[in-house]
């Protein structure tokens, strides 16, 4: 119940290109969804998030995606750079409380 | 900008050690946590920390593990008797509420 799934594990995409990554959670007491972006040795970094009561969130290049409905959000990367390339994860929080639950992470690499 | 600090970056222990690592939060943060990255795998939640007390804690937390807020500034993990399973990189972050500052984490090795 306290799963997020994400897709997919990996990703490859030319310079330019738009990276979309999923997630999908079943449990609807989480109220926020955040993604993060870990380069390698480096702790994971807030990158965006979104609560349900939004569709879409943007911010600069990044956009989130939610689908109350289907229980899936997901984050498009426009204009991916190769210094976009690293870890992403999606988490989600349940109502009232802050720990996060993560995803398996997807392993981007842009392509010049 | 405000960084969450980790000590050691690398910690090589012994199986059956105890270890301790130390992270010094944002200043300002009132939430503390641990998580932990085995190679490869997704990152899990250890602990969370509120007001000098344990607010909420995972499965994974038992009674080898254990956390200190000793002096108003560092806040510490202690794994009291270290197994080859412990052996991940471990987060330490802090937040107001949401929006968590990670540190870049101690890799612990434990042979």
């Known amino acids: 119940q306290q799963q997020v799934k994400q897709s997919p594990q990996s990703l490859i995409v030319q310079k330019g290109g738009i990276s979309i990554i999923n997630c999908a959670y079943e449990?609807?007491?989480?109220?926020?969804f955040p993604w993060y972006q870990q380069f390698p040795g480096k702790g994971p970094a807030l990158l965006i998030a979104?609560?349900?009561?939004?569709s879409e969130k943007k911010e600069g290049r990044f956009t989130i995606s939610f689908n109350k409905s289907a229980k899936q959000f997901s984050l498009h990367i426009m204009d991916s750079q190769p210094g976009d390339s690293a870890t992403y994860f999606c988490?989600?929080?349940?109502?009232?409380?802050?720990?996060?639950?993560f995803g398996t992470g997807t392993r981007l690499t842009v392509i010049p | 900008e405000p960084e969450v600090t980790q000590t050691p970056s690398h910690q090589v222990t012994q199986m059956g050690q105890e270890v301790i690592l130390r992270c010094v939060p944002i200043?300002?943060?009132?939430?503390f946590y641990w998580y932990r990255q085995i190679l490869g795998q997704k990152v899990e939640f250890l602990v969370s920390?509120?007001?000098?007390?344990?607010?909420?804690k995972s499965e994974i937390f038992d009674d080898q593990f254990s956390v200190e807020r000793p002096d108003g500034s560092n806040f510490t993990l202690k794994i009291r008797s270290t197994k080859l399973e412990d052996s991940a990189m471990y987060f330490c972050?802090?937040?107001?509420?949401?929006?968590?500052?990670f540190g870049s984490g101690t890799r612990l090795t434990v042979v």
């Open positions: 972050a802090s937040s107001e509420w949401e929006g968590y500052t």
């Open positions: 449990n609807t007491a989480f109220d926020y």
């Open positions: 979104i609560r349900p009561d939004v």
């Open positions: 988490a989600a929080s349940l109502a009232g409380a802050n720990n996060l639950f």
């Open positions: 200043s300002n943060h009132l939430y």
């Open positions: 920390f509120y007001n000098n007390e344990i607010s909420e």
